[in-house]
Structures are given as structure tokens and as C-alpha cells.
């Protein structure tokens, strides 16, 4: 059975930190490339960051234009876990951030979502 599984959402004042896990299971985690995505209420879920597979070359990592400088993507496929370390958080990064798997086949999966809201 395949599970992606978000923590480490909350609320948090402007300029604070915030990192986010993702905990998978069920599927072979160091063959799919994996990201966290957010949405917002009546706006369409948006790519925040990814990182490939961890080749012999190395993986690389893409981030929203948004985010650049401020967060971090990295993953352990040890613990077949994957993060987003979040810094110098605003108010409009408040959303829903979900946690996205997907294989070199186009096989995709999606974890249930951890709010993150900042505010003061």
C-alpha cells in the first residue's frame, strides 16, 4: 500500500521556520523523483520545489521562483523520507502543501496535505 505521509505544518509568525516531512512507504522511494506542491483555496496547486533521483552524477534540485533562497529540498532514501526546510516564511506561502511522488513512468502519487499558515 502505498503512503505519503506530510508533517510538520502549523502556524508560524512572518520571518520564522518551518520543515516539513514526508514520510513514504509502499513504493521503491529511491526510483521516483519527488517534490511538495501548494495550494491555496480557488487557485491551482503549484510545484515549490523537487529533487531527482540521486544518481551516480548526483541529483538536482528546482525551485518556484517564489521560494528560491528561502527553502530547501532534500531527501534521505535511507529512511525513504523526503523534507522541505522552510526559512524566512511569508504570509503568502500560507497553503496546503502536499507531497508528490513520481516515477520515471509517469506513475504518481500524492500524500494528504499539512497546512502551513503564517501569520502574525
Known amino acids: 500500500q502505498v503512503q505519503l505521509v506530510e508533517s510538520g505544518g502549523g502556524l508560524v509568525q512572518p520571518g520564522g521556520s518551518l520543515r516539513l516531512s514526508c514520510a513514504a512507504s509502499?513504493?521503491?522511494?529511491?526510483?521516483?523523483?519527488m517534490s511538495w506542491y501548494r495550494q491555496t483555496p480557488g487557485k491551482e496547486r503549484e510545484l515549490v520545489a523537487s529533487?531527482?533521483?540521486?544518481?551516480?552524477?548526483?541529483?538536482?534540485?528546482n525551485y518556484a521562483d517564489s521560494v528560491k533562497g528561502r527553502f530547501t529540498i532534500s531527501r534521505n532514501n535511507v529512511k525513504n523520507m523526503v523534507y522541505l526546510q522552510m526559512n524566512s516564511l511569508k504570509p503568502e506561502d500560507t497553503a496546503v502543501y502536499y507531497c508528490?511522488?513520481?516515477?520515471?513512468?509517469?506513475?504518481?502519487?500524492w500524500g494528504q496535505g499539512t497546512q502551513v499558515t503564517v501569520s502574525s
Open positions: 508528490n511522488a513520481k516515477s520515471p513512468y509517469s506513475r504518481e502519487y
Open positions: 509502499g513504493f521503491p522511494f529511491s526510483t521516483y523523483a
Open positions: 529533487i531527482s533521483i540521486i544518481s551516480i552524477s548526483g541529483g538536482s534540485t
